[in-house]
């Protein structure tokens, strides 16, 4: 099953880190994936932002979430159906990016969601409290008993 990170790294663009301090994360990411028998398909990080410091990450994008871009870049390049797919995050902009792009959305609620803007698209599909929940919700919703 193909299996996507998907994340905004606007640390890039306000010049707290250069992209390669990208390159350690996603070693780790798969690492950790790896000890649960898993490979991400790819990572993608969006370096962008409207108020930056360095000028070329520095504007609108459509990568940078609530906007849907990283997830149709990875349908489009990894022949993903969308339509099958799950978004799994941790603040409503992801569940509305996941949404735009045509995905069911779990949203894991552990506080990092401060702001709770309702909107059009940002209603989850379903709410858990950690990654292994959201696992189990996705299986269950995919295979009823
Ligand atoms: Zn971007």
Redesign the pocket.
Known sequence: MPLFVISNQSGVALGKFAPSALDPVEARLQALAARAGVRFTAIYW???HPQGVAPEYTRV????KPAP?MVLRAAREHAIDLSRSWFIGDILDDVEAGHRAGCRCVLIDNGNETEWLRGDGREPDIVVTDMREAALAIVAAECPA
């Open positions: 969006c370096p962008h994008c459509d990568c940078r871009g």
